[in-house]
């Protein structure tokens, strides 16, 4: 059974970093594009940022240049370094994959205070 558990979440001020994790078990990790997503309050819910199983990333405009995607193969685990975070990042960060069907990890709450 696919799980994806995130972590690294919290309360930041603007300017500050993050790092996100994303513990991916029972799947064949090194074969899987990954995704970031993200939902605000009220908003519906977007993509962040994409890995494919061969490392190539891209970005929403919206955080293109402030944050990075990563993965550790090794360890199965989706990385996402954010930094100069801004209160319009606020929202709660899911980790994303399609193996076989859709899965969702149950998201880790990210607030960016002024």
């Known amino acids: 059974q696919v799980q994806l558990v995130e972590s690294g979440g919290g309360l930041v001020q603007s300017g500050e970093s993050l790092r996100l994790s994303c513990a991916a078990r029972?799947?064949?990790?090194?074969?899987?594009?990954m995704d970031w997503y993200r939902q605000a309050p009220g908003k519906e819910r977007e993509l962040v940022a994409r890995i494919s199983s061969e490392g190539r990333a891209n970005y929403s405009d919206s955080v293109q240049g402030r944050f990075t995607v990563s993965r550790d193969n090794i360890r199965r685990t989706l990385y996402l370094q954010m930094n100069n975070l801004e209160p319009e990042d606020t929202a709660v960060y899911y980790c994303?994959?399609?193996?076989?069907?859709?899965?969702w990890g149950p998201g880790t709450q990210v607030t960016v205070s002024s």
């Open positions: 029972g799947m064949n990790f090194r074969i899987a594009a």
């Open positions: 994303h994959t399609y193996y076989r069907r859709e899965f």
